[in-house]
């Protein structure tokens, strides 16, 4: 067995709340070959297998008592280009903004929305993770994945994928699929995306009349800086919540109390509410209980202080749960995947 399977390995560096328990065993691999010999590890000694990417969507309550497969492979290639769309493959453990920022260099458009979101290539269908009004279902082009149960491989169209608001199939079926390679559709003439948020006023006040795609990539950036903690200095996993889809009845029902309801119409006639508005309005923005505790700038993030552990970090989340069903009788889901 070529690969380094090690014992007691401490997570804190691995996971983006910077959460400090153990895997009981832990290893990385970089390619298919390797994926496979993990998981033949795991299955010879009956152990449990939990994938890891940039561990900045998940919430570690305890050690974990898994093999902890981290994705570490590597590479982008150019699949097809007629000029005008370009197909472009990445292996799952490319990180994510980087990737971005390598398509931009290549003058390819349609990833730009989504710059500055940690974690791995590998994941990002998991949740189909979006962000200013751009998810990654609108520029997804397939994806190869690694059947746990089977052993075999096979390919994701974007049908088979069932992305929806923060959500696939993979997040549905989470013990079944290693995804391997992630394929784009970009291109070469630009299709921006900036009626959503502060993105127009932010190049507006850059002085950027005509913006380019690198141009709105470094504006969404800024934005982000200024608003979400680093979880280089603060542990965070970004959203702990997900912005909850309502009936217009409730949502009209609530404005009658709350007139400054923040709420988005959806094609469905149903009304997404912003999640961090209704734990604002509940008093909670700034909360803090020992290490953990909820954002100050933004209350749709829950952060670790320093040592606050996995279980005290869930507790408050369901604190927040509890109260935003009781004030508002809306349920917020959580986003992070729990272990
Ligand atoms: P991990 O946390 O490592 O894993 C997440 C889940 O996917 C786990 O269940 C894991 O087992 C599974 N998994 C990981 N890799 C694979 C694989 N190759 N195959 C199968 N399963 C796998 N999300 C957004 O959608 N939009 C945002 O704007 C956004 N902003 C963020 C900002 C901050 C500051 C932070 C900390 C997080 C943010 N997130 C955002 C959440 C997170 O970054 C994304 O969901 C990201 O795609 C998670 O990638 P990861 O590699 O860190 O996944
Ligand atoms: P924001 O701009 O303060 O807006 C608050 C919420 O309102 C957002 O979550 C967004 O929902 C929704 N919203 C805003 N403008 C909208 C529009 N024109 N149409 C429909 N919905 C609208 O949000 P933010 O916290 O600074 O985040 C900005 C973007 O980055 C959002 O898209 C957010 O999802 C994404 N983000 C995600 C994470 C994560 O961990 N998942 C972390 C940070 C930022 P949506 O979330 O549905 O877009």
Request: aromatic share 8%.
């Amino acid at each position: 067995m070529s690969l380094q399977v090690r014992s007691q390995v401490s997570l804190k560096p691995f996971n983006t709340f910077g959460i400090d328990v153990n895997a009981n065993w832990f290893v990385e691999v970089h390619d298919d070959a390797e994926v496979r010999e993990a998981l033949a590890y795991a299955c010879d000694r009956q152990l449990p297998v939990l994938l890891l990417g940039g561990g900045s969507n998940l919430l570690l309550t305890g050690d974990v008592s898994a093999l902890v497969v981290r994705m570490a492979s590597r590479g982008i290639r150019v699949l097809h280009d007629d000029d005008e769309q370009v197909i472009v493959e990445s292996e799952a453990g490319e990180p994510w903004h980087p990737f971005v920022q390598w398509s931009l260099e290549q003058g390819l458009a349609g990833l730009e929305n989504l710059s500055l979101i940690p974690g791995t290539v590998g994941a990002a269908p998991m949740q189909n993770i979006g962000a200013y009004g751009v998810e990654i279902k609108d520029v997804f082009a397939g994806l190869t994945a690694l059947d746990r149960q089977s052993g075999e491989l096979r390919d994701f169209t974007l049908e088979e994928c069932a992305f929806g608001y923060r959500d696939s199939v993979f997040k549905q079926t989470l013990d079944r699929w290693v995804i391997l390679r992630v394929r784009f559709k970009l291109d070469r003439k630009a299709r921006l995306h900036l009626d959503y948020g502060p993105v127009r006023q932010r190049l507006a006040e850059q002085g950027i009349d005509h913006p380019a795609p690198l141009d709105v990539s470094r504006a969404i950036c800024s934005i982000r800086r200024e608003k979400l903690p680093d979880p280089a200095e603060l542990g965070n996993a970004g959203s702990f919540f997900k912005n909850p889809v309502i009936s217009a009845a409730l949502a009209a029902q609530i404005k009658l109390g709350h007139p400054g309801l923040v709420a988005y119409p959806q094609a469905d006639g149903r009304v997404k509410l912003a999640a961090g508005w209704l734990i604002e309005q509940a008093g909670w923005k700034g909360y803090r209980e020992g290490d953990a505790g909820v954002h100050r700038l933004q209350s749709l993030v829950l952060v670790n202080y320093g040592a606050a552990t996995g279980t005290q970090l869930h507790r408050l989340a369901r604190m927040i749960q509890a109260d935003i069903a009781q004030r508002f009788a809306v349920t917020l889901e959580m986003e992070p995947n729990l272990y």
